[in-house]
C-alpha cells in the first residue's frame, strides 16, 4: 500500500514535472512575443519620430510658403501617424493572439498532464490489484499444499492405526477362537 501511495507520488511529480516545463516553454514563448512586440513597437516608435522629425524639417524649410508647407506637413504627419496607429493596432492585436494561443496551449497540456496522471493512477491501481490476486492465489495455493500434507499424514496415520487395529483385531479373533475351540473340545470331550 506504501508502494502504491510511493508510485502514485512519483507519477504525480512527474506529471507535475511535465506540466512546469510545459508552462515554463509557454512563458519562455509568450516572453519571447512580448519582446518582438516591445522591439516592434520601438521601431514604430522610431518610425513615427522620424516621420514627426522629417515633416518638422520640411515644415521649417518651406516656412516661407506656409499655406502649402502646413497642409504637407499636417498630412504627411497625419499618414505617419495613422500608419504609427495602424501598426500598434495590428502589434497589439498579435500579442493578444499569442497570448490566447499560449494560454490555450498551457490549457491542453495541463489536460494532458491531468489525464496522463488518471491514467498512471488507473494503471497502478490495476496493477495494486492484481498483484493482490497474484499473492492471494500463491497464498491459497500454497494453504492447500499444507491442507493436502496434513491430509496426507492424517490418512497414513488413519492406515497404520487401522492396520494396528485390524492385527489387534485378528490377534484377538484368533485368541477367541482357541479359546472358543477349547471351550467346545471340553464341553464336547474333545481334547
Known sequence: MAESTENEKDLTGKAKNIASKAAAEVKEEFNELKQEAAEASEKVKGMASKAA???KEEFNEL????????????????????????????????????????????QELAKEAEEAVNKAKDKVKAMMQDEKVQKMKA???????????????AADKAKAKASELAHEAEEAVEEISKKAKGFFARLFGKK
Open 63 to 106: 516656412k516661407e510658403d506656409a499655406a502649402e508647407a502646413a497642409g504637407k506637413a499636417k498630412a504627411f504627419a497625419g499618414k505617419a501617424k495613422a500608419e504609427a496607429a495602424e501598426k500598434m493596432a495590428d502589434l497589439k492585436e498579435d500579442a493578444e493572439e499569442a497570448i490566447d494561443e499560449a494560454k490555450e496551449k498551457v
Open 139 to 153: 497464498e491459497a495455493s500454497e494453504k492447500m499444499e499444507d491442507m493436502k500434507e496434513d491430509l496426507e499424514e
Open 53 to 55: 522629425a522629417e515633416a
